[in-house]
T-cell receptor, first 119, second 107 residues
């Protein structure tokens, strides 16, 4: 089973950017997909996008197109999610998750990184 | 985008009760439907994948069924550790989407 460890909580100013990391261990990083899911306080789960590290291919939810960039460094088994032009509505817990299986399911999750956007 | 609608949004139940949660998709998604359990401040946990396949280590009191547009998660005998929020999620089409969640609390 893969373990995913995320970077810590951050407080950001409106208009700035944040970059969250997700480091995998326990399985071959390149073999699977990494998705990013966020959860605003008291709200549901929202899929933001994903990367397939072995192909370096990405897909993003339309809502975040142009503001989110997901990358992966295979040498360190780390995926990154960068969100720009932050606003207060981006305050949320950001999770990475491994997408595995056919059809895909998320069987391992990071612990979450709380990003607070406040002036 | 495929919309997933869960019902009910919340329910109150007692230990030992049988609980059923439904998830309806806005279009057919075959069996590309997963169920997760989430407790406050924690990451979701996979319960069921491909509509009815119990994930490794998940108690057998959890069962999933359905295909096409209508799906069900059943907990046969609710245990104290099952009080949580449950989400369905489709992986038929990108963007992968989640239902709005069903909160199960103590009656």
């Amino acid at each position: 089973q893969v373990q995913l460890v995320q970077s810590g909580a951050e407080v950001k100013k409106p208009g700035s950017s944040v970059k969250v990391s997700c480091t995998a261990s326990g399985d071959t990083f390149s073999r699977f997909t990494i998705a990013w899911v966020r959860q605003a306080p008291g709200q549901g789960l929202e899929w933001m996008g994903r990367i397939v590290p072995i192909f370096n291919s990405t897909n993003y939810a339309q809502k975040f197109q142009g503001r989110v960039t997901i990358t992966a460094d295979r040498s360190t088994s780390t995926a990154y999610m960068e969100l720009s032009s932050l606003r207060s509505e981006d305050t949320a817990l950001y999770f990475c998750a491994r997408g595995a299986g056919t059809p895909y399911y998320f069987d391992s999750w990071g612990q979450g990184a709380l990003i607070t956007v406040s002036s | 985008d495929i919309q997933l609608t869960q019902s009910p949004s919340s329910l109150s139940a007692s230990v030992g009760d049988r609980v059923t949660i439904t998830c309806r998709a806005s279009q057919s998604i075959s069996s590309y439907l997963n169920w997760y359990q989430q407790k406050p401040g924690r990451a979701p946990k996979l319960l069921i994948n491909a509509a009815s396949s119990l994930h490794s280590g998940v108690p057998s009191r959890f069962t999933g069924s359905g295909s096409g547009t209508d799906f069900t998660l059943t907990i046969s005998s609710l245990q104290p550790e099952d009080f949580a929020t449950y989400f369905c999620q489709q992986s038929y089409n990108i963007p992968w989407t989640f239902g709005q969640g069903t909160k199960v609390d103590i009656k």
